[in-house]
């Protein structure tokens, strides 16, 4: 009897697609140090079917053939891995087709490739307890037509017992499917990615994300992390409300520019995390602990928390930023840090409170109108006690005391070369185009939006560094 050993598809761009189906699936690459072999991805322990990437210049059809099913265990799990999917990088499909009480939503890869992502508690038996997800195939536009071999009459039920996969990870976002013609192989590589064999893992595994609590309101219409057009798990700035700014307008141009993006750590100095992780470590954030980096640029706090926390969500509004903190992520193989474009108004926290908020030299950036707003809904992602390190450009000095302070702070500054580290003319223009603060002001903030403030310490009375608890 044959088996089912490996599922292919087409992708204009394999890298891409291979890093969303390893978040999305929690697989492993069967060959990641050999260049020229296929693109295969596997299950840590060998017990489903691969997925080979196939490079493919087609567009992937609107109505496939065939399509991917992977099964959540009821209702709540499916929506958090709806938003979970979809934060790394695929899409939401506007189905046409949806029976009045669909038990799946169809979602697009990175390659535009659909699949379903289906609720297994109706109409069929699943063991008490049994968390994983599976895999079968089946064909989306069959879904209005009832049929009478179907669990619910909504849908077709899956053709034998589909092959268990375990999911989680970090991804991306893309396009294609139709494997391409035996005689044009991909370049460099033989015909046939070859067959399934056990392999050790190559990556930590991570825990699955926590399914949402009940009476969590469902999510909304638009994917909270929309999936950028180049790369994914991103959430572009949001503009779903006429009134909200532009994040990456107010962050800078230079912020989308690789060149300054691959000198930004230099230009800041290389500040070092440690104390921030010190003071969180000191305050009972641990290797369980859930914890969101706000303008994590890139990653010098957050590569650091992952190696230490339990899960680490890093956010920045620059695409280019983001691109630069996702290759740091799967060079050192942290697979319990997930990147997420979007900033202080645009992101939308999913799943369980964060135990603790992290953000620097970035919350200046927005006018006090959005900066109250942006401290309260960290509030809002916050459990009760958790905790908030801030630290930002903050004047400690009455509105007569201001220019003489700014004056100083000008002479002061450094002299040397603009590309490593901040001068005068880069002080001048913050003073000019950035939104940095009183302290008179922001401390009145925190506390409106719900924070205790446990501990503030100035340097020169320019730069003011928090640690807030939100109130129980």
């Known amino acids: 009897?044959?088996?089912?050993?490996?599922?292919?598809?087409?992708?204009?761009?394999?890298?891409?697609?291979?890093?969303?189906?390893?978040?999305?699936?929690?697989?492993?690459?069967?060959?990641?140090?050999?260049?020229?072999?296929?693109?295969?991805?596997?299950?840590?322990?060998?017990?489903?079917?691969?997925?080979?990437?196939?490079?493919?210049?087609?567009?992937?059809?609107?109505?496939?053939?065939?399509?991917?099913?992977?099964?959540?265990?009821?209702?709540?799990?499916?929506?958090?891995?709806?938003?979970?999917?979809?934060?790394?990088?695929?899409?939401?499909?506007?189905?046409?087709?949806?029976?009045?009480?669909?038990?799946?939503?169809?979602?697009?890869?990175?390659?535009?490739?659909?699949?379903?992502?289906?609720?297994?508690?109706?109409?069929?038996?699943?063991?008490?307890?049994?968390?994983?997800?599976?895999?079968?195939?089946?064909?989306p536009e069959s879904v209005p037509e009832p049929s009478a071999g179907s669990a619910r009459g909504a849908r077709p039920a899956a053709a034998g017992p589909p092959a268990a996969i375990v999911p989680d990870g970090v991804g991306e976002p893309g396009g294609p499917v139709v494997p391409r013609p035996s005689s044009t192989p991909a370049p460099g590589r033989p015909h046939s990615p070859g067959p399934v064999a056990p392999i050790a893992p190559t990556t930590p595994s991570t825990p699955s994300t926590p399914s949402t609590p009940p009476g969590t309101p469902p999510p909304p219409e638009h994917p909270p992390h929309a999936a950028d057009a180049d790369h994914g798990p991103t959430a572009s700035a949001s503009h779903e409300e006429p009134y909200l700014p532009d994040e990456l307008a107010y962050a800078g141009p230079e912020h989308l520019d690789p060149e300054f993006v691959a000198g930004f750590d230099?230009?800041?100095?290389?500040?070092?995390?440690?104390?921030?992780?010190?003071?969180?470590?000191?305050?009972?954030?641990?290797?369980?602990?859930?914890?969101?980096?706000?303008?994590?640029?890139?990653?010098?706090?957050?590569?650091?928390?992952?190696?230490?926390?339990?899960?680490?969500?890093?956010?920045?509004?620059?695409?280019?930023?983001?691109?630069?903190?996702?290759?740091?992520?799967?060079?050192?193989?942290?697979?319990?840090?997930?990147?997420?474009?979007?900033?202080?108004?645009?992101?939308?926290?999913?799943?369980p409170p964060a135990d603790a908020v992290h953000t620097r030299h970035a919350l200046h950036q927005l006018p006090d109108i959005w900066k109250a707003v942006a401290l309260d809904r960290i509030g809002a992602m916050l459990r009760p006690g958790g905790l908030l390190v801030l630290s930002d450009l903050v004047f400690d000095c009455s509105p007569a005391e201001a220019e003489p302070l700014f004056r100083q702070w000008l002479e002061n500054a450094p002299s040397g070369d603009p590309a490593r580290g901040y001068t005068r003319d880069d002080y001048a223009e913050h003073l000019r185009t950035e939104h940095s603060t009183y302290r008179w002001l922001l401390e009145p903030m925190l506390e409106r939006s719900g924070f205790e403030i446990l501990r503030s310490d100035y340097e020169g009375r320019i730069f003011g560094s928090y640690l807030c608890r939100k109130s129980l």
Not at 277 to 296: E, W
Not at 323 to 342: G, K, M, P, S
């Open 1 to 139: 009897m044959l088996s089912l050993d490996m599922i292919v598809l087409g992708c204009a761009d394999d890298r891409r697609a291979a890093e969303f189906w390893k978040g999305a699936l929690g697989y492993v690459e069967r060959d990641p140090h050999d260049p020229d072999a296929w693109l295969v991805l596997l299950p840590p322990d060998g017990s489903g079917p691969g997925l080979a990437m196939d490079l493919s210049d087609r567009p992937a059809p609107e109505f496939p053939h065939l399509h991917l099913d992977l099964h959540a265990r009821d209702a709540v799990e499916q929506t958090a891995e709806v938003e979970r999917l979809v934060a790394l990088g695929a899409e939401r499909v506007a189905w046409k087709h949806y029976p009045e009480d669909a038990d799946f939503v169809v979602l697009a890869d990175t390659e535009g490739n659909r699949f379903c992502v289906v609720d297994d508690s109706f109409g069929r038996t699943q063991p008490p307890g049994d968390d994983r997800t599976t895999a079968d195939a089946d064909t």
């Open 266 to 351: 230099r230009k800041q100095g290389s500040p070092d995390p440690t104390p921030q992780l010190a003071l969180l470590r000191d305050h009972g954030v641990d290797g369980t602990s859930r914890v969101v980096d706000l303008a994590a640029g890139t990653g010098r706090f957050a590569l650091a928390a992952a190696r230490r926390f339990g899960e680490v969500i890093a956010v920045d509004v620059s695409p280019a930023m983001v691109d630069h903190l996702r290759a740091r992520v799967a060079a050192e193989r942290l697979d319990n840090l997930r990147c997420v474009r979007a900033g202080f108004l645009s992101y939308r926290h999913q799943g």
